[in-house]
């Protein structure tokens, strides 16, 4: 049996997997490839049956979201590592074989994401993981490489390997191993920042998480959720008030819970401003929907918190206030 398998969660996407499927069967062939179908109303399974004979199928009965979509699909993959890919990515020569290496020489590393640049514009980072992801004290995520809407071009400058605080679910390796012992992503979120989650609760049990430049891949991002779509704003202001009830130490969770509901307020009103009432919306549908799942939240506080979880203490402060546009400015 081989040691990695590279899984595609699906649903309706035919068009993405005639176009990106290819690139994977070509340079993965240390990997078991699966797609995990989330109920699709499309042809998607008949034509990666018809094209692609040796990609392995999972359905799910319906559409569960990424969160739980994979995490019925997990169910039936046995091999040691997982790589949880996304249906709009194109991978390149040997992208594989410096995660394996990391694997097999690491055994605390948990988890890897690789560089992951733009398929649109292919000299440029991509906003969804860059070169590796982390937080600031209030739970505002950001990478090395992209910084709110600032992308930085790729000239090197993060080619190396380090230690990060999450890793981009567009790429997301993980050992089969710890994927089972935390139960995969919090089905809850449905999807958008569940990977963030399951990073942070690797990160309290002392896992390490890994990026790593050698392994390269180009992802086109929004091609299932597009920015302007309100229900993107509702899912990443609602899962990140979740993540936060369920992952910071006790004593600083309800003073930063109160600042980031502030903080989301004022987001709020600067939709108003914007012209964008539906997203204004979102927020506030976002927050009732917080409020009805905190009770359930709060019970998932399972295990160690991490005090030291943040990189800085204020993502926008150092971004709006002080201009720090790039990582090394932060």
């Known amino acids: 049996m081989k040691k990695i398998a590279v899984v595609i969660l699906n649903w ?5 997997l005639e176009q990106f499927l290819p690139s994977v069967l070509k340079h993965s062939a240390e990997a078991e490839i699966y797609l995990a179908d989330n109920a699709s109303t499309d042809n998607s399974i008949a034509f990666v049956k018809a094209n692609f004979p040796t990609v392995k199928i999972i359905q799910n009965e319906e559409n569960y979201g990424f969160a739980k979509g994979y995490n019925s699909a997990m169910q039936n993959v046995e091999e040691d590592y997982y790589c949880l890919l996304n249906s ?40 969804a993981g860059a070169a590796g992801g982390f937080i600031d004290k209030f739970g505002y995520p950001f990478c090395r ?4 809407d600032t992308v930085e071009k790729d000239n090197g400058q993060y080619n190396d390997t380090i230690s990060i605080f999450w890793a981009s679910g567009a790429c997301f390796f993980i050992r089969k191993e710890v994927f089972r012992k935390l139960n995969g992503f919090d089905a809850d979120f449905f ?3 569940e990977e963030i989650d399951l990073c942070w609760r690797a990160n309290n049990w002392g896992y390490t998480i890994k990026y790593i430049s050698k392994s390269v891949v180009y992802h086109v991002g929004g091609a299932t959720l597009k920015d302007s779509n309100p229900k993107k704003t509702f899912l990443n202001y609602r899962n990140s008030l979740l993540m936060l009830t369920k992952n910071l130490p006790f004593e600083q969770l309800f003073p930063i819970l109160f600042i980031r509901l502030c903080l989301d307020g004022i987001a709020g009103i600067q939709f108003i401003f914007k012209g964008k009432l539906n ?15 905190i009770n359930k939240t709060l019970k998932k506080r399972k295990g160690k918190t991490s005090k030291k979880y943040y990189h800085t203490n204020s993502i926008v402060y150092r971004y709006f206030i002080k201009n720090g546009k790039v990582f090394d400015e932060i």
């Open 88 to 127: 709009d990515v194109e991978v390149t020569e040997n992208w594989l074989k410096p995660i394996l290496t990391c694997f097999e020489n690491e055994p605390q590393t948990a988890i890897i994401q690789p560089k992951l640049l733009d398929f649109k514009r292919k000299t440029h980072f991509e906003y």
């Open 279 to 293: 997203h204004f919306f979102a927020i506030i549908k976002a927050h009732f929907s917080f409020y009805a799942l």
């Open 145 to 148: 490489g992209r910084i709110f």
């Open 191 to 193: 999807a958008h920042q």
């Open 12 to 16: 309706n996407g035919t068009k993405l």
